[in-house]
């Protein structure tokens, strides 16, 4: 059984950074794309960038050009980079899992990540 387990996240101000760990377990030799997604309150979960196991990197416009996803510890850990972080940005985050490669749109749904981490909260102060 896949498990993800989130680390990071906090309280900073406006232009600060912050990083977000993701570390996966469980995992077989399957391929799999790891996808953040953040969720503020009575919003629905939004994507905001996913990594493939080829390490092609996809991320939304509201965070691109601020915002880095990469993998570390042999891909078993992905990293979610904040940078120049905006108030809009303050929401709960979480990575998720999906089961084989995603390409453009699909790493983008979050109906087809199979595993979600327990989630983080991000709050940035204007």
């Known amino acids: 059984q896949v498990q993800l387990v989130q680390s990071g996240g906090g309280l900073v101000q406006a232009g600060g950074s912050l990083r977000l760990s993701c570390e996966g377990s469980?995992?077989?030799?399957?391929?799999?794309?790891v996808g953040w997604f953040r969720q503020g309150p009575g919003e629905t979960r939004t994507f905001v960038a996913a990594?493939?196991?080829?390490?092609?990197?996809y991320y939304s416009d509201s965070v691109k050009g601020r915002f880095t996803i990469s993998k570390e510890n042999f891909g078993n850990t992905v990293i979610l980079q904040m940078d120049n972080l905006k108030p809009e940005d303050t929401a709960s985050y979480y990575c998720?899992?999906?089961?084989?490669?995603?390409?453009?749109?699909?790493?983008?749904?979050?109906?087809?990540?199979?595993?979600w981490g327990q989630g983080t909260q991000v709050s940035v102060s204007s």
């Open positions: 469980g995992r077989s030799d399957r391929p799999y794309s």
């Open positions: 998720a899992q999906m089961v084989g490669y995603c390409t453009g749109p699909g790493c983008r749904d979050r109906r087809l990540y199979n595993y």
């Open positions: 990594i493939t196991r080829n390490a092609n990197t």
